[in-house]
């Protein structure tokens, strides 16, 4: 993406005046559905280059950039609904919604200042409902062009009709049955085209959904016909999607206008992301002697006499560390940028994600002040970044919550030891298991079907002369793969890194705090990183062999010329997850007997 922007910035000017060009030819309606729209997808990819460089653009400071950005992307959308044809009206709604999703990254990232709001809200006046889209002519010249066809068809002969049925995605005439009347057609589509109209009058009224949701159930059923059915869908969709668009962007403007006059400011927005990567990056900073002496003390617990514990080792870890995990635990979700102030995704390889490993580091620093101090809030804030983890959706990020987990169980055993956890820390200790998942609370299912769709998505690029970037797997074949074998994929596309090295690298990654060798068989692991260069070498034979040119011929499985091993068990730590899980849980209800002189109640001051 770094490199991509390094050349796309000078193209902006360029971009943001071709939003204002005609189109290359005028739509000729007459085709009816041979109609040709190519600048569709000229359309969606000019949107989606502009919302990268506009986020680059306030990233920098550069709003005039920024403005003009949003601007032309808006453009773009209600250009749209010029061409008064459904599928136009739809791309015009993803193009909006592509603002949307812009701007909200920017004020989860704490990005969008209140000047910056201000020229957002005045960019995005004009699409911020989906009645920019002019719902009606939409469907009006829909209409027309069915009839229009039906009305072809109908004079057609037999041959030639079904010629022309097959051309536009009908199988065969019986869809058509020449018994039935152009007038037969006429009625029901116009009866098909009066009830989406009485929707579309109004698509937020109540009952509106159940009323699409028959349309498309009698559409479904060939209440209106054969042509309906093939076409119709679409058309109920844009119905639904508009009112989806809506609601979106009502949200979206009530967080503009707080930041833009002045109510709430970036911070009150932000996500987790920046307080963790700065908490993991101070964390890693850390020489190997200090991270043996925290750890010391987060093993030894309760154990250790808080005038032992020096004063000045925490005043040292207090700011970077441990001020920055409680302020990131404190955020409703946890969010990482792809790229920006906040980002990490440079460091992004394979199963170490952003903020890794040096976040877990940073809660153990955490727990090891909490059992010092006897601190029970900071056992709670440790789960709320393990939740916070659990719900990304990457393997890397569940194996942080699991051990995150782990660890802050084995401070909640800890500090009970002497003593039964305060009812105040029970009750919102099971608040917060409450939000868990009894079945997989790191989530690993769900991070295994998130690493098969990027495996799926995610472009591999060819070092030759054209730099080209191909889609190595298919991701049916990939669908058919045990969880274990798609962690030893994510394995194989890992660049060779020292933190995952058997041998060890005499760098923080090899200290008390960081060590992540332990989560992984470190022998297989190092196999299938091995393979990254067989595999590279694969992609470029099936290159050249034009196996990629087309979906059908990309059938070679994902595990072809590699040898297959097993980095991870991914079993295993779906196991030990439900049994860290138990045990919190067993804490959460236990009942408390009367205590006289407790003073564990209130933490002891640093």
């Not at 009908?170 to 098909?192: G, H, I, K, Q, W």
């Not at 002040?369 to 056992?379: F, I, K, R």
């Not at 995952?500 to 060590?515: E, N, R, V, Y």
Request: overall charge negative; proline content about 3%.
């Amino acid at each position: 993406m770094a490199r991509w922007l390094e050349g796309a910035r000078g193209m902006r000017a360029d971009l943001i005046r071709s939003t204002s060009l005609r189109y290359s030819r005028a739509l000729d309606r007459t085709q009816g559905f041979s109609l040709l729209l190519p600048h569709l997808s000229e359309s969606r990819t000019l949107a989606k280059a502009i919302r990268w460089l506009a986020l680059d653009a306030a990233r920098h400071g550069d709003n005039v950039s920024f403005a003009a950005l949003l601007r032309a992307q808006s453009a773009i959308a209600q250009r749209m609904s010029e061409d008064r044809v459904v599928i136009s009206s739809l791309v015009g709604l993803a193009i909006g919604q592509f603002e949307a999703i812009t701007l909200q990254e920017m004020i989860e990232r704490g990005e969008l200042n209140q000047d910056a709001a201000k020229l957002a809200l005045a960019a995005t006046e004009g699409i911020r409902t989906a009645a920019f889209m002019n719902l009606s002519g939409a469907l009006t010249g829909e209409r027309e062009m069915l009839l229009m066809e039906i009305g072809k068809l109908s004079a057609l002969e037999t041959g030639e009709r079904n010629a022309r049925l097959l051309s536009i995605g009908l199988e065969d005439s019986s869809m058509f049955p020449e018994s039935m009347s152009l007038e037969d057609v006429t009625r029901d589509t116009n009866a098909y085209y009066d009830a989406l109209d009485a929707i579309g009058a109004d698509p937020h009224a109540e009952g509106a959904k159940k009323a699409i949701a028959k349309l498309e159930a009698d559409v479904a059923s060939g209440k209106y016909g054969e042509m309906v059915k093939l076409f119709g869908a679409a058309i109920g969709r844009m119905i639904a999607k508009s009112v989806e668009y809506d609601e979106k962007w009502v949200a979206l403007a009530k967080n503009l206008e707080a930041l833009a006059d002045g109510t709430k400011k970036p911070e009150d927005f932000l996500t987790a992301a920046k307080f963790y990567i700065a908490a993991a990056n101070a964390c890693a900073a850390l020489s190997m002697e200090m991270q043996v002496e925290i750890e010391t003390l987060r093993l030894a617990g309760t154990a250790t006499p808080h005038i032992a514990a020096p004063q000045a080792l925490w005043l040292q870890l207090e700011k970077p560390i441990i001020d920055n995990v409680l302020a990131g635990s404190h955020c409703e979700k946890l969010i990482f940028p792809m790229f920006g102030q906040y980002s990490d995704s440079q460091h992004v390889n394979g199963f170490l994600r952003e903020s890794m490993p040096g976040i877990v580091g940073a809660v153990r620093v955490l727990l090891a002040q909490a059992l010092v101090t006897s601190n029970e809030e900071s056992l709670l804030a440790a789960l709320r970044v393990f939740l916070h983890y659990a719900s990304t959706g990457t393997i890397g990020h569940s194996l942080v919550a699991e051990q995150i987990a782990i660890d802050t169980c084995a401070a909640f055993d800890e500090m009970r030891a002497g003593r039964p956890l305060t009812a105040i820390t029970r009750a919102a200790l099971g608040e917060l298991l409450g939000k868990v998942s009894t079945e997989d609370p790191c989530n690993f299912r769900r991070a295994i079907e998130r690493e098969r769709l990027t495996l799926a998505t995610t472009k591999v690029w060819l070092e030759d002369d054209a730099k080209r970037g191909v889609l190595p797997f298919d991701e049916q074949r990939l669908k058919s793969l045990p969880p274990n074998q798609v962690a030893f994929l994510v394995a194989v596309k890992m660049n060779p890194v020292a933190a995952l090295t058997s041998a060890g690298c005499a760098c923080p990654h090899d200290g008390a705090l960081m060590d992540l060798r332990s989560w992984f068989k470190m022998d297989a692991l190092e196999k299938a990183m091995a393979q990254h260069e067989r595999f590279m070498k694969r992609i470029e034979r099936c290159v050249h062999e034009g196996q990629f040119e087309e979906d059908a011929q990309r059938d070679l499985s994902p595990l072809a010329g590699l040898q297959a091993t097993e980095p991870l068990d991914l079993s295993q730590h779906m196991q030990a997850q439900l049994i860290v899980l138990a045990r919190l849980q067993a804490l959460a209800n236990e009942t408390e007997p009367t205590e006289v002189g407790d003073d564990r109640r209130q933490p002891k001051a640093w």
